[in-house]
């Protein structure tokens, strides 16, 4: 009996270790868009997970981090055998140059709880701004004129023109007038001017329209903060 007892025990747990849940990305677990173009944000794919084991999978987590997000899950159990979609949109925002991210998803697969799914590709854009895609207005203070610059450079192979600068706020100043053409390869250090008139964070926009399809609108912020003065009135 006792001998019964012991191989029944036995059988169970061997039919408990085979008998359990096995996730299965469909392609692997890295997407890879190679390279595009800022026209081509959001990236969008489809993740599709299966279960190919003997028990249910519970799926308890589907996090992107920033600059991704996905749709809710339709299914977060999945019997043996089936399937389920995870819809992801990749915003690759201001970045130029290899970008990527993650998503992290958890399971009760006891092999792969966790998995972390890479997103990546490599954005590739006719104009690339310079040392960032903003610009810092640094001493601030009412009353008196501040700076900021940031450089443009054409990283195509062909001219491109910047045209049509409008600025926010409109009496901000500005070195690009009239219409400036880039050749390949070429910088263009653009300065701005304001006179803030009250104390606290300042912000600015620069736009302008281009000749490339890839980029037909620029919009640069500026970012600073103004201290007050003993001179002027402050506002």
């Excluded at 501040?146 to 491109?160: F, L, Q, R, Y």
């Excluded at 104390?199 to 329209?209: D, E, I, Q, R």
Aim: hydrophobic letters at 35%; a positive charge; charged letters at 20%.
């Amino acid at each position: 009996m006792k001998v019964l007892s012991l191989t029944a025990i036995i059988l169970m747990c061997v039919t408990s270790i085979f008998a359990q849940p096995k996730l299965e990305i469909k392609g692997g677990t890295t997407k890879d868009w190679g390279k595009v173009s800022p026209k081509d944000s959001p990236l969008k794919t489809v993740i599709e997970l299966k279960n190919i084991g003997k028990d249910v999978l519970l799926i308890s987590q589907v996090k992107p981090s920033c600059g991704c997000t996905t749709a809710p899950l339709k299914k977060n159990e999945l019997q043996p055998g089936e399937s389920t979609n995870v819809d992801v949109t990749f915003n690759v925002g201001s970045n130029s140059g290899p970008v990527q991210k993650t998503i992290n998803i958890e399971t009760n697969d006891p092999n792969s709880s966790h998995i972390s799914y890479l997103l990546k590709a490599e954005v590739i854009r006719p104009l690339i701004f310079l040392p960032s895609s903003y610009m810092t207005f640094n001493t601030m203070q009412v009353g008196m004129e501040g700076s900021a610059k940031v450089t443009v450079k054409n990283a195509s192979k062909e001219n491109i023109s910047l045209m049509d600068v409008t600025t926010d706020p409109p009496d901000m100043k500005v070195n690009m007038k009239g219409k400036k053409v880039l050749k390949p390869n070429e910088e263009y250090e653009i300065e701005v001017k304001v006179t803030p008139v009250k104390a606290g964070p300042m912000n600015t926009k620069l736009s302008f329209k281009t000749s490339t399809p890839d980029m037909p609108t620029v919009e640069i912020y500026g970012y600073g903060r103004v201290a007050e003065s003993p001179i002027f009135n402050n506002k």
